[in-house]
């Protein structure tokens, strides 16, 4: 079955850096476009990035961009989130999906996500 793990969040203060990693399977990762969504308590499920199955074609939400770089291994069947400059706004679990190859719609179940906490 299709598997996303999701992993690499944590604590960090304002300002700061983390890197979140997705480990893919159950399906041909490399043909597949990915996504990074999250959501915060109160508030909607949200697109944050994407990036198409060879790399070429990549989306940004407004709120991060220009401080978050998605990026992926095909090899490796990863998916990456580099996420700098962070803020308290950003806090939210953080989840890894794969998209069709249509409409772009996530395609499988929401893993557990990873927690990602900015705080001073």
């Known amino acids: 079955q299709v598997q996303h793990v999701e992993s690499g969040g944590g604590l960090v203060q304002p300002g700061g850096s983390l890197r979140l990693s997705c480990v893919a399977s159950?399906?041909?990762?490399?043909?597949?476009?990915m996504t990074w969504y999250r959501q915060s308590p109160g508030k909607e499920r949200e697109l944050v990035a994407r990036i198409s199955s060879n790399g070429g074609g990549i989306y940004y939400s407004g709120s991060v961009k220009g401080r978050f770089i998605i990026s992926r291994d095909n090899a490796k069947n990863t998916l990456y989130l580099q996420m700098n400059s962070l803020k308290p706004e950003d806090t939210a679990v953080y989840y890894c999906m794969r998209v069709d190859l249509g409409l772009l719609r996530p395609l499988g179940y929401w893993g557990q996500g990873t927690q990602v906490t900015v705080s001073a």
């Open positions: 159950g399906f041909t990762f490399s043909t597949y476009g």
